[in-house]
């Protein structure tokens, strides 16, 4: 079992920047896989972000430049900095964990861009 925290949602403006956080609830070494995915209403959940227990990171095209995913191993957390807002990155975001062949979900956050 995996437990996992976000926190650092909120409303932006477009330019603007936030910074997500997810704590888990093991060593994050021992996880195939942490990732960061959003959903917006009436949209699939996609996902955004990803680094590997080896610390490869993946980045979907759509937030390339913008976004950073990153770790603190010593904190086993996992974190998004989202820089650049635009309007169309406004959806719930969520960490995910993939831990011995299944995946495991946070609450989601919000996250608003708008002015």
């Known amino acids: 079992q995996v437990q996992l925290v976000e926190s650092g949602g909120g409303l932006v403006q477009p330019g603007g920047s936030l910074r997500l956080s997810c704590a888990a609830s093991?060593?994050?070494?021992?996880?195939?896989?942490m990732a960061w995915y959003r959903q917006a209403p009436g949209n699939q959940r996609e996902l955004v972000a990803l680094?590997?227990?080896?610390?490869?990171?993946n980045h979907a095209d759509s937030v390339k430049g913008r976004f950073t995913i990153s770790r603190d191993i010593a904190k086993n957390t996992v974190s998004l900095q989202m820089n650049s807002l635009k309007p169309e990155d406004t959806a719930v975001y969520y960490c995910?964990?993939?831990?011995?062949?299944?995946?495991?979900w946070g609450q989601g956050t919000q996250v608003t861009v708008s002015s």
């Open positions: 680094i590997s227990s080896s610390g490869l990171t």
């Open positions: 093991r060593n994050i070494l021992s996880l195939a896989s």
């Open positions: 995910n964990a993939y831990y011995i062949r299944e995946r495991y």
